[in-house]
């Protein structure tokens, strides 16, 4: 029997399992090739092994990076590229490299230095799931690591203002969706109907984009200008994590009607159990007739009805 492989990644919102790129990259991947992995939602970065997010544990051995757990997880016969061709394996390394160099740098700035977005949603996000008084400081150490990463993709400390920097990085991420739009054209998945390493790639740093409620969301609207983009995002929740658009569960919602139907037959069930024993108490010679309450469903929208208490 295989070890069983744990993930400790950040936890998601606004319909996405993770709002962390790097963890959405390695559980999409995961989904695509069948691996089954065992996925802890953590709150504290410094807590995961190697202090790195996303991290995989699978019994002694513990490895963090994306690029370094798909690598582990092919090892282990989990592979969604085994169909594709050497050009093909290729253009996917290219490809990523695109995606780290050109639009990681302005996903980062949306999220981490971006001022309003920062304070109004991603600080306020990530302190409510860090344990006090962490919570005061981790935020802050994220959002100046983000900022030293996108200075680094720029090749080292600019000889000009950070306002040029993030119209140059805006300008580069714009140019690298309108490339991943014209090459997925009307196709399902980058290389035809089966996701591959690319795909898990590309949904990992596109989904944020597309789902997080930012103030500021010039990126965002980018986006939302390749419908074949924001639907290729949405196939994969809806086909790989059981989500739909609007990010509700199906299987969560067909929970919640079988326990109604459940309780309706309960309620039925008692309502014949105590018609039943009205008749049988009219029809005795040493009890006077009485009249015994029969349950019923109360009428839609009250509260007093159990079926409003009861949890989806």
């Known amino acids: 029997m295989a070890a069983p492989m744990e993930l400790s990644c950040w936890g998601g919102d606004w319909g996405l399992p993770s709002l962390h790129p790097e963890s959405l990259t390695v559980m999409a ?52 590229d085994y169909e594709l061709s050497a050009k093909q394996g290729a253009d996917t390394l290219a490809y990523i490299a695109l995606l780290e160099e050109k639009l990681l740098p302005a996903l980062l700035h949306t999220f981490w230095v971006e001022a309003e977005n920062y304070c109004s949603v991603t600080k306020p996000w990530f302190a409510s799931r860090i344990p006090f008084p962490l919570s005061l400081y981790l935020p802050g150490k994220m959002s100046r690591e983000a900022l030293n990463r996108i200075l680094l993709t720029r090749g080292g400390p600019p000889p000009y203002s950070l306002t040029e920097v993030e119209a140059q990085i805006y300008r580069d991420a714009k140019e690298c969706l ?44 980018h986006l939302k200008q390749l419908p074949n983009l924001c639907r290729f995002c949405d196939d994969i929740l809806t086909c790989y994590f059981r989500l739909t658009v609007s990010g509700h569960s199906p299987a969560g919602q067909d929970t919640a009607d079988a326990n109604l139907q459940k309780l309706t037959q309960l309620v039925n069930k008692e309502s014949n159990l105590i018609e039943k024993m009205d008749d049988n108490l009219r029809k005795s010679p040493q009890h006077p007739p009485r009249k015994l309450t029969t349950l019923k469903l109360a009428a839609g929208g009250e509260e007093s009805s159990p079926l409003n208490r009861l949890s989806p």
């Open 29 to 80: 991947y995961a989904k695509f090739s069948g691996a089954p992995l065992i996925v802890n939602t953590i709150s504290n970065s410094w807590r995961a092994p190697k202090g790195e997010v996303p991290v995989l544990i699978s019994e002694d051995i513990v490895i963090s990076q994306p690029a370094k757990i798909l690598n582990f997880l092919r090892k282990q016969k989990y592979n969604a």
């Open 178 to 221: 309108n490339l991943l739009s014209k090459r997925l054209g009307t196709s399902q998945f980058f290389f035809g109907h089966t996701p591959t390493t690319l795909d898990a790639f590309v949904f990992g740093f596109l989904a944020p984009i597309y789902k997080v409620c930012f103030p500021r969301v010039q990126l965002q609207e």
